[in-house]
């Protein structure tokens, strides 16, 4: 893989020169202007003969919007399968409304959880909260659980300390989350906070969390855990999660979603979760499968963008991708060791370029994985993929 990837860039920053398209050139690719189906579909992708290896450029714009509403609210994985939906991506909320019968939790990306003082907590974000499309998600899909993604924000060390050195402090923060969530008729919550942790003992966490789902269970309110990949991208350590922690508090929580995902560095660019990477995470955590199916492994449904003539990357989601794929044409490459597509193309004043995004054989090859590990999916984020990404679904 390293050397897949050092030579990839190598190649990259060699080849970085600037060209301009002549009018003539220029004529003809507006000449050529690749086609989108704007009709559904009456058959899945699986039927279409779309999940394949070696796709072209052309049929990814010709098909992406044509999904098949037939089988819409019909699932072909049998686990539990987590969507975040973001405000900044909108289009997220209708993919929750059109597939929610694919799903069994929608996470809205809404609130913050702020320490005010002393046993003072606020939970911040409520604005966003739409009751409205909550119920329609809902109607569509009955038995789907809504559960707002909480981050802790703003929290300094000292915050954490004096929580998790008081049982009273513990008790308010959860008295406050169950207030909320029962006024909002929330499910329950995914809670972000372990990597702000970073660099200090999670001993008086894992007591909070303890207590916490506790207070929420007691509510019968779900309490699910963001956890960063359990192996280290890039070096191979363990990271910040480990299988100590995951056996204290895999008993507790309803769910744990691992961000199998982000895996390359601007240092050196690659695909986004390279498939033995995704597996060790799966098993430094749980080796023996004793709750393996409260994992819900990350699946990305953005890119990344590498850039060689300025070292950096920038997240690509569908819209931006389609467009670069009308514009290069280019030819996608299959990195069977990681099991996603790549491609390069080179910009007018830009240098040369390699994108990685998600394919329907990448999905499938990740989807088989879940399956053959015994864990769910946690989708980041339903706004960013393509529309026939849910008929695999």
Request: neutral net charge.
């Amino acid at each position: 893989m390293k050397a897949f990837l050092s030579t990839l860039w190598l190649a990259l920053a060699c080849g970085s020169v600037h060209t301009t398209l002549s009018k003539s050139d220029a004529r003809k690719a507006a000449s050529k202007t690749l086609l989108e189906k704007t009709q559904f579909s009456d058959k899945p992708v699986q039927d279409r003969g779309l999940v394949v290896t070696d796709p072209r450029a052309e049929d990814v714009v010709l098909e992406h919007r044509s999904y098949c509403p037939a089988k819409a609210r019909e699932r072909h994985f049998a686990g539990d399968v987590l969507g975040y939906v973001t405000p900044w991506n909108s289009h997220g909320y209708d993919v929750a409304k059109v597939f929610g019968g694919k799903f069994t939790h929608i996470s809205p990306v809404w609130l913050q959880l702020k320490r005010r003082g002393r046993e003072m907590f606020e939970v911040t974000g409520l604005h966003d909260v739409d009751q409205g499309w909550m119920r329609a998600v809902r109607k569509q899909a009955k038995g789907l659980r809504i559960v707002p993604r909480l981050l802790f924000e703003d929290w300094t060390h000292e915050d954490f300390r004096s929580v998790w050195d008081s049982e009273d402090e513990i008790e308010e923060l959860s008295k406050t989350m169950v207030q909320v969530a029962r006024s909002q008729h929330f499910d329950g919550f995914v809670v972000e906070v372990w990597s702000q942790l970073l660099g200090l003992e999670h001993t008086g966490l894992i007591h909070v969390l303890t207590h916490m789902a506790e207070a929420l269970h007691q509510a019968r309110l779900l309490a699910i855990l963001v956890i960063p990949p359990a192996v280290t991208p890039g070096i191979d350590q363990l990271g910040a999660f480990t299988h100590k922690e995951w056996e204290q508090l895999a008993p507790v929580l309803d769910g744990f979603s691992l961000m199998t995902y982000d895996y390359p560095s601007v240092q050196q660019p690659g695909p986004n979760a390279p498939l033995s990477w995704v597996r060790a995470c799966v098993q430094v955590l749980d080796p023996t499968s004793r709750w393996r199916s409260k994992i819900l492994l990350g699946l990305n449904f953005y890119g990344m963008d590498h850039s060689a003539s300025r070292g950096a990357r920038e997240p690509v989601i569908g819209p931006r991708y389609i467009q670069t794929l009308k514009e290069h044409r280019p030819q996608m490459v299959w990195d069977s060791q990681a099991a996603e597509h790549f491609f390069e193309y080179k910009k007018s004043r830009g240098g040369r370029h390699v994108m990685f995004y998600p394919t329907l054989k990448s999905l499938q090859v990740r989807l088989e994985l879940a399956r053959e590990l015994g864990v769910g999916l946690s989708i980041w984020e339903l706004g960013q993929g393509l529309d026939y990404f849910y008929d695999l679904l």
